[in-house]
């Protein structure tokens, strides 16, 4: 079995849970940038592929790329996850869990939460900017 795990991070820590995920599977990781430049029969030879991203006001940055793709990924098995500061007991995520696969592609996804933090020495001022507005609220 071939894994592909593909990610995109801001601070680092979905990095590194796709690094930790990568060492426990093995197989391919790439960051969505280079995952972009691949041809699709690059694609092919995987038999599951996961994508993480982190989480951005109740959605998966850049899960839509994951899920545009994946209507041509229904043979393998597919695995969204997502790393965000909320910590797992949050009654929020219920809702969230819900929302964030579309429902079409609901059978073929399975997703996954996972709880880290806020690193504020690696986030860009917009990021931080957002973060502030949302405290306001
Ligand atoms: C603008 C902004 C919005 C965020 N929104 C959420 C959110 O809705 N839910 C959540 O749990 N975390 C949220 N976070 C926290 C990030 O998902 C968290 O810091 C994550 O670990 C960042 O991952 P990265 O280190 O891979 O970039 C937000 C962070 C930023 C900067």
């Known amino acids: 079995m071939k894994s592909l ?39 092919a030879s995987f038999d599951t592929i996961v994508f993480g991203g982190w989480a951005k006001a109740s959605s998966v940055v850049n899960a839509k790329w994951f899920f545009k793709k994946s209507k041509f990924w229904h043979d393998k098995k597919l695995i969204l996850f997502c790393v965000g500061a909320s910590p797992i ?40 900017l957002l973060l502030k507005m949302f405290k306001q609220c």
């Open 5 to 43: 795990i593909i990610y995109t991070s801001q601070t680092g820590f979905t990095k590194r849970y796709a690094t930790w995920l990568n060492e426990e599977i093995g197989g391919e990781i790439l960051e969505l940038k280079s995952a972009k430049k691949q041809k699709k029969d690059y694609f």
């Open 89 to 128: 007991d949050n009654p929020d995520l219920v809702q969230f869990k819900e929302a964030v696969i579309p429902e079409e592609d609901k059978q073929f996804i399975k997703f996954f939460y996972c709880s880290r933090g806020l690193n504020y020495a690696k986030m860009s001022w917009s990021s931080k």
